[in-house]
C-alpha cells in the first residue's frame, strides 16, 4: 500500500476509538504518528500570526509540546506557518534557534527533533502539521516526501469534512476539545484587556511573560486568569515592574 492508502486505513480505524466528528482531528494525529516513524504528531490551525489553536494530538506529550510553543511564542510550527515552508529541526537547532522554547522542552518533554509542516489548501496555508521524535529517533529517519504526503492527506481529510458541515457556521472538527481549551486564552485576553486598559497584543504578551515566569503553560494562566485565582492586580503589577 502507499502511504496514503496505509494512512486512511489509520484514520477508519480510530474512529472506533475517537467517535465524533469534532475527534476528526485528533484521529488523524494518532494515524500521522501511525504511519510515520515518529513518536507524536499535533495539529493546528492558525486564524492570525499569533493566534493558534490545537485541534488535535497524537498523545500527551505532543499535546504539552505544542502549548509549550504557544506559551513562549516560538518554535519550529509558528515558523513553518509564517515563511510557509517545512521546518526540520534537530536538537541543536532548536536550541540555537528557539532558545526559549528549548529550555520547557527539554523540561517538559523527551521531545528533542521536530519536523513542522504548513497545511495549505488550494489559496492559503491555514494550519500546520507538528512531528515529534523522541532519541534514539531523529528527523533523519523520516522521509519528508512521506511526511509531505501525509500532510497532504490530512488537508484532503479537513476539506472532503467542510463539505460536508457546509450547512454549519463552521466544520464540526472546530469543536475539537483542545480547540475549546485555547478558547479561553482569547476569553483572558479580552479581559486582561478591558481591565488593565492595554492592547489586546500587550495583553497576550503580559500573559505570555507571566505563564513563562510561573512556569505555567498558557492556556492554564487562562483558566486560572478567569477563575479570578490569579487577580488582573497582580498582571498589572508584573507589567509595572517589567517596565
Request: with cysteine; hydrophobic share 45%; glycine share 6%.
Amino acid at each position: 500500500m502507499t502511504i496514503a492508502e496505509r494512512f486512511a486505513v489509520a484514520v477508519a480505524r480510530s474512529a472506533s476509538d475517537l467517535p465524533g466528528v469534532e475527534l476528526l482531528p485528533e484521529r488523524l494525529a494518532r494515524a500521522c504518528a501511525e504511519v510515520l516513524p515518529v513518536d507524536g504528531a499535533g495539529i493546528s490551525l492558525f486564524f492570525a500570526s499569533d493566534r493558534r489553536l490545537p485541534l488535535g494530538a497524537s498523545d500527551d506529550q505532543a499535546a504539552v509540546t505544542e502549548r509549550l510553543q504557544f506559551t513562549v511564542g516560538e518554535g519550529p510550527c509558528l515558523t513553518a506557518h509564517a515563511s510557509g515552508r517545512p521546518v526540520v529541526a534537530q536538537e541543536a537547532e532548536i536550541g540555537s534557534r528557539w532558545p526559549a522554547f528549548y529550555d520547557e522542552l527539554v523540561t517538559r518533554t523527551a521531545v528533542r527533533d521536530i519536523i513542522s509542516l504548513p497545511l495549505v489548501d488550494e489559496t492559503r496555508g491555514f494550519g500546520a502539521l507538528d512531528l515529534y521524535l523522541v532519541p534514539p529517533n531523529d528527523v533523519r529517519a523520516v522521509a519528508l516526501s512521506d511526511a509531505l504526503a501525509v500532510a497532504s492527506e490530512v488537508v484532503s481529510v479537513f476539506s472532503r469534512a467542510g463539505r460536508a458541515d457546509r450547512d454549519r457556521e463552521g466544520p464540526a472538527w472546530l469543536d475539537a476539545p483542545a480547540a475549546e481549551r485555547r478558547s479561553l486564552v482569547w476569553q483572558a485576553m479580552g479581559f486582561v484587556n478591558a481591565g488593565l486598559e492595554i492592547s489586546s497584543d500587550d495583553a497576550l504578551a503580559l500573559l505570555r511573560a507571566h505563564a513563562y515566569s510561573e512556569g505555567l503553560q498558557l492556556d492554564d494562566l487562562a483558566v486560572q486568569v478567569l477563575s479570578r485565582e490569579i487577580p488582573l492586580e497582580r498582571l498589572g503589577f508584573d507589567r509595572d515592574q517589567a517596565s
